[in-house]
């Protein structure tokens, strides 16, 4: 069983920046891909980005296009935690994301964030 906290989230402005972290436990989580998914209030929850393995930060990423140039992923092995910066915030980017690691199948709590206009 592994958990995933998700911290980071809150209000901001358009144009604004805020940076996600979630941090998971146990020592498997190098082995990991991961990934950012968010979910708005009566939509579907869908990716933001993701991120293999490889070395000690992490491999080959993907972002959905809604933000490619915006948002970063990244990854630190030493600390079992992944990131995600996002910059030049969009209220359409108000939503709780969630972090997930894929070969368990498991979800964070999930963390709100607001983009106000």
């Known amino acids: 069983q592994v958990q995933l906290v998700e911290s980071g989230g809150g209000l901001v402005q358009a144009g604004g920046s805020l940076r996600l972290s979630c941090a998971a436990s146990?020592?498997?989580?190098?082995?990991?891909?991961m990934g950012w998914y968010r979910q708005a209030p009566g939509k579907q929850r869908e990716l933001v980005a993701s991120?293999?393995?490889?070395?000690?930060?992490?491999?080959?990423?993907v972002y959905a296009d809604s933000v490619k140039g915006r948002f970063t992923i990244s990854r630190d092995n030493t600390k079992n935690t992944v990131y995600l910066q996002m910059n030049s915030l969009k209220p359409e980017d108000t939503a709780v994301y969630y972090c997930?690691?894929?070969?368990?199948?498991?979800w964070g709590q999930g963390t709100q964030v607001t983009v106000s206009s």
């Open positions: 997930y690691i894929y070969s368990f199948g498991s």
């Open positions: 146990g020592s498997i989580f190098r082995f990991n891909s």
């Open positions: 991120i293999t393995t490889s070395g000690s930060t992490g491999g080959s990423t």
